[in-house]
């Protein structure tokens, strides 16, 4: 069994009311604490607030952060299919990954959302999971044309005729992440596209099913399972004692029992539960869903007093 080290990731919700500047502290914080990667949805429409400023650009602000950051992972958990043309993305994201110096990964999605594509005219088609898989062809086949030979695709929703397949990334293989909770085609393609699959938001208990069906999918296609990694993304509220935990419930709007029930949330102890709990579940990484930006003593808790007691 591949032995892939345990890594916590800072994941943040821009959409919700962040200026590139707060990306960038948010960013730092996580390079300069120690934690793996910095990853950021890609939405364009708040979600139960007014959003202001405003949304940022997902690739956008990673090609800053390919200039302002140095170590960590930069990515996106996830970009839908609908925001981008595959071939346009495939340029974006193996362009940020040579201004970061091969740091870039690539989460890409189906699209949920359907108010954010009205609020910006962007169409929303039904067929989302068949966009998702030929833009994962395309991207990946892009990527992998050896330099000098042409690429070509004819798909049913895309076609794709003598490219280039340029630029090419720094990484021989830019990371890409398949997440979801459905039964069949989400496992499907993970086995066939993709370095990780993430697990989004699940209940505790459904974590084992969801990588089981995905190492499942990897035997039936010839794969090694142990190949991928196997992520988590969960809400983080912790608090140095109960008072600071209820508090930073109250700032972003959540309830302090649902958050225990649901994310990594709680006092110290608490925490460190949960994450063994995850870890102990088959994940090698967990992205920690930061959602008040601008406490990043809130950070510095879990790097000072959580990770230290991370067996």
Aim: net charge negative; with cysteine; charged share 25%.
């Amino acid at each position: 069994m591949t032995d892939h080290p345990f890594q916590l990731r800072v994941f943040t919700e821009p959409q919700q009311g962040a200026t590139y500047d707060d990306l960038l502290a948010v960013a730092q914080a996580t390079e300069r604490l120690g934690f793996d990667a910095f990853f950021r949805s890609d939405h364009y429409l708040a979600m139960g607030t007014d959003g202001l400023p405003g949304p940022t650009d997902a690739w956008t602000t990673l090609a800053g952060l390919a200039r302002d950051t140095e170590r960590i992972r930069l990515g996106t958990l996830v970009s839908p299919v609908t925001f981008r043309y595959p071939g346009v993305l495939a340029i974006q994201v193996a362009q940020v990954d040579q201004m970061s110096g091969g740091r870039v990964e690539l989460g890409l999605g189906a699209g949920w959302f359907e108010r954010e594509h009205a609020a910006y005219g962007i169409p929303y088609p039904k067929n989302r999971m068949d966009h998702l898989t030929e833009q994962l062809e395309i991207v990946t086949g892009l990527w992998s044309t050896p330099l000098g030979d042409s690429y070509s695709f004819d798909g049913d929703l895309y076609h794709v005729v003598d490219s280039p397949a340029l630029p090419k990334p720094v990484q021989p293989r830019i990371p890409v992440i398949v997440g979801g909770s459905g039964p069949k085609r989400t496992p499907a393609l993970a086995a066939r596209f993709a370095s990780e699959y993430n697990a989004s938001f699940p209940e505790l208990d459904d974590i084992p099913t969801l990588f089981g069906r995905v190492r499942e999918a990897c035997e039936a296609v010839g794969r090694d399972a142990d190949e991928l990694r196997y992520s988590a993304a969960l809400v983080l509220c912790v608090g140095a004692d109960e008072a600071e935990f209820r508090r930073r419930a109250a700032a972003i709007g959540r309830e302090p029992d649902e958050l225990r029930e649901h994310g990594i949330a709680g006092t110290v102890d608490e925490a460190v539960e949960v994450i063994e709990r995850v870890r102990a579940a088959g994940a090698s990484r967990l992205y920690l869903q930061t959602l008040d930006l601008q406490d990043l003593d809130h950070l510095d808790l879990v790097a000072r007093e959580v990770v230290p007691r991370l067996s």
